[in-house]
């Protein structure tokens, strides 16, 4: 069964801290890619992957760090510097970068108490 | 910076009627424009899509047209059903990279 598969759903975490979402996907794309939304604000791109080991900043990374490491997976660390964590986060993929369809995953709702 | 406006923010209908969401944007190399439908703590899904060598796509109950002079694009459903209700971004390709930009969503109620 093919997708994208994100983890966990639901995080709590502690202001200050570091956290780590998980994004792994097993549809071969070579593209990947993290976004957030807030209410409102649709999705905001945070950091996209072309290819393994390569991966550049979208236009809200400051507060963000990713790797790449690997081609089915791309985890992304929300540290204590990103001012306001509290959000949804979603990865994708994407055969080839922008112009082919994105598919998504389930997203994973962070809280930052 | 490159951006994608889209109208309306909501959208209430009766059952069986028309829903037209539109949006605009700025740069003029986008040539991908993806219509997504997202339900309440789910990811986005892909229910149609635009390339700009075309003017209009339709799949069964949904539509979308593309005005490259005017830069703007709309999503047409027909004989909307309770179903329907979700939130929808409407998303263009930006830029030599050609990542997607997202409109801010239109939250569209079907009501029986």
């Known amino acids: 069964d093919g997708g994208i598969t994100q983890s966990p759903k639901y995080l709590f975490r502690k202001e200050g801290q570091n956290v780590t979402l998980s994004c792994e996907q097993n549809?071969?794309?070579?593209?990947m890619y993290w976004y957030r939304q807030d209410p409102g604000q649709g999705l905001r791109l945070i950091y996209y992957?072309?290819?393994?080991?390569?991966?550049q900043k979208g236009d809200i990374a400051e507060g963000y760090s990713v790797s790449r490491e690997k081609k089915e997976s791309f985890p992304l660390t929300v540290t204590s510097a990103q001012k306001n964590p509290t959000a949804f986060y979603l990865c994708?993929?994407?055969?080839?970068?922008?112009?082919?369809?994105?598919?998504f995953g389930q997203g994973t709702r962070l809280t930052v108490v | 910076g490159e951006n994608v406006e889209q109208h309306p923010s909501t959208l209430s209908v009766q059952e069986g009627d028309s829903a037209v969401i539109k949006c605009t944007y700025s740069?003029?190399?986008?040539?991908?424009f993806p219509w997504y439908k997202q339900e309440l703590g789910k990811g986005p899904q892909l229910i149609i899509d635009?390339?700009?060598?075309?003017g209009e796509k339709k799949d069964q109950r949904i539509a979308v047209t593309l005005n490259k002079t005017a830069k703007h694009f709309s999503l047409h459903i027909t004989e909307t059903q309770p179903e329907d209700s979700a939130v929808y971004f409407c998303?263009?390709?930006?830029?030599?990279?050609?990542?997607?930009?997202f409109g801010t969503g239109t939250r569209l109620l079907v009501s029986p």
């Open positions: 998303a263009a390709s930006i830029g030599g990279f050609q990542k997607l930009v």
């Open positions: 992957s072309q290819i393994v080991n390569d991966f």
């Open positions: 549809l071969n794309h070579d593209a």
């Open positions: 635009i390339r700009s060598n075309v």
């Open positions: 740069d003029s190399a986008s040539n991908y």
């Open positions: 994708a993929s994407s055969i080839q970068r922008g112009s082919t369809e994105a598919f």
